[in-house]
């Protein structure tokens, strides 16, 4: 059943064209490096504070993690509450909730007048087992000490199709289409004065004491500032790749026989976690959104699999449930549990970054916004600080260790790799010591499936038909062209010919 529905997101099936611009300035105060919502929404608060802005999107404008998502802006979110609590104090945890609903009643004022982009909905948190219980009873500590009065509900108080152990219940949240979504910013935005141009990806950023220069193919930028918004940031100055992990689950949107809207936004806190809202299809059709099962980009021998368990569960909780599209989202957990936004380590101040919003972009992208925005324009908002930095106690720092000696692991074990196991993989040989793989194009040289970016020994994606790396999860198609991650370049070629 899955082989024969496309991958795309729902969004994408549904979206709204989004007008954008044709050339690139020589000049900008700011340059914005990525067009998802937390690039343009940058750009929109720069531009309406009268800079000149431009945004450059590698692609197209919402491409990636804003094009799929699944779009809940909810001050209920999952284990977030509880994990900032433990590894950064109250203090921290107050802050978040703060900045969380600044970021969330922004954007909603954005989109009040668009009630087909905007819907209300409860949320509702919930586990299923015993281990999803103790972490529900620490979310729900840390959401009454932040001030969010989530209510406690009793399993049959929980409006689920499935039985569960106890939930969380938070009403009057939200869920919305982001690509349309983005499309009302991207056009306030370019009313405001900036500029959005598309298929111009950052190659690398020059930093001297007048400036950026921001490199691009065939073009570059003089520019003041720099932000990037583009999910890991791809300047590697501020060793981001070694606080993040990066993170990826599937998504389908399934029709559900006699399905009602509207139904919970809901999400389990269970070892194999669950999201589930509704959504209209391509001809207003009900549709129901299932995800969950995360798993760290690159770092798994059959994606396929996951795909297909999506489905397998989906349809043991609504019988005759048909799957109409399905896609993939990716973001990055951060070790300390908190988002960073503002300037990026030995760059002198004119690079700031955005990044770990932990799958909540949809207040944390407006949070990054806001936070990075106003202190380009000398308007720090009161909580601006703890977002700024990577913290240090001492559970996150085993943490750090931790996650960095998974990836030292990694690339010692795929150097190691044999060729990949999937039946659906490409043919990959060793020139030496590197693996190289047949590109599906017929320019004849084999692709060097090493990562552009650290060097990363890449695996072949079952499900999307990617090469994946292990270990900050760069991503590249079938002929060896960076889709996204820290890498910038695409991957290499030799002479060396697979199955001669």
Known sequence: MIAENRAESLWHV????????????????????????????????????????VVVEAERVGARTTGNTTAKVSALQGSVYGSIRQHNGD????????????????LLDELA????????????????????????????????????????????????????????????????????????????????????????????????????????????????????????????????????VPSRQYVGAFRVPGSTHPMPMSLSVDPVERSLRDARGPDGEPLVVVGGDSFTTGRDDDTAARLAAISEWTTGVYPGATLTTWWAAQDYQPEHHLPFAGVVPRTSGRVFAATGFAKWGMTGAMLA???????????????????????????????????NAAVAKEMIAGWARPTPAADTAPDVERDGLVPVAAPSDTAGCALRTVCTHLGGVLRWNTAEQSWDCPLHGSRFDPDGRVIEGPATRDLSRTDHSVNE
């Open 113 to 244: 007048t668009s009630p087909d982009i905007v819907e209300e909905r409860t949320a509702l948190t919930y586990a299923t087992t015993e281990e999803g219980i103790e972490t529900l009873t620490a979310e729900a500590d840390a959401l009454a000490l932040a001030g969010i009065g989530a209510e406690w509900c009793s399993p049959r108080g929980v409006e689920l199709p499935f039985e569960v152990r106890g939930a969380l219940r938070l009403d009057g949240q939200h869920q919305i289409h982001p690509l349309r979504a983005l499309a009302v910013l991207t056009e306030r935005a370019r009313r405001a004065g900036a500029r959005v141009v598309e298929r111009a990806r950052v190659r690398d950023l020059d930093i001297d004491a007048d400036g950026v220069h921001v490199h691009l193919d065939g073009h570059s930028i003089r520019a003041d500032h720099v932000v990037l918004a583009t999910g890991l940031p791809i300047l590697d100055r501020g060793l981001f790749f070694t606080h993040v």
């Open 91 to 106: 203090g921290a945890l107050r802050d978040y909730a703060a900045a969380t609903e600044d970021a969330r009643a922004w």
């Open 14 to 53: 549904t979206a709204t064209p989004i007008e954008t611009d044709a050339t690139l300035p020589d000049r900008a105060d700011v340059v914005v490096a990525g067009g998802g919502l937390a690039g343009i929404a940058t750009a929109l608060v720069l531009a309406r504070a009268g800079m000149e802005v």
């Open 369 to 403: 916004a806001r936070v990075i925005a106003g202190e380009l324009t000398a308007a720090p908002l009161p909580w601006s600080e703890t977002f700024h930095r990577h913290r240090g106690s001492a559970r996150t720092l085993a943490s750090i260790v931790g996650a």
